[in-house]
Nanobody, 118 residues
Framework: QVQLVESGGGLVQAGGSLRLSCAAS????????MGWYRQAPGKQRELVAT???????NYADSVKGRFSISRDNAKNTVYLQMNSLKLEDTAVYYCNAVRSLVRTTDYWGQGTQVTVSS
């Protein structure tokens, strides 16, 4: 099992910045890709950004140029730096870790609320 604990959410004005952290613990064997997803009220959960253990990144078009994902493999921690926040970035942000062995297993954190105000 893998436990994921997010932190860093909160209330911020439009144009501001926040940094989310996700600390992973437990059996990290086979964990390659980690990332962030978000879910706004009434909408489906969507990908925000992912990063592999080798540092390859992938971003949703809506956050490219504004958000940056990074990872400290020694600390089993992934970060999401969010700049130039917009009202539409308001959502619950979830940390995700993927174990890729014979089968693929997804692990999720409990989520952290990000609210962007005007």
């Amino acid at each position: 099992q893998v436990q994921l604990v997010e932190s860093g959410g909160g209330l911020v004005q439009a144009g501001g910045s926040l940094r989310l952290s996700c600390a992973a613990s437990g059996n990290m064997f086979g964990i390659n890709t980690m990332g962030w997803y978000r879910q706004a009220p009434g909408k489906q959960r969507e990908l925000v950004a992912t990063i592999t253990s080798g540092g390859s990144t992938n971003y949703a078009d809506s956050v490219k140029g504004r958000f940056s994902i990074s990872r400290d493999n020694a600390k089993n921690t992934v970060y999401l730096q969010m700049n130039s926040l917009k009202l539409e970035d308001t959502a619950v942000y979830y940390c995700n870790a993927v174990r890729s062995l014979v089968r693929t297993t997804d692990y999720w954190g409990q989520g952290t609320q990000v609210t962007v105000s005007s």
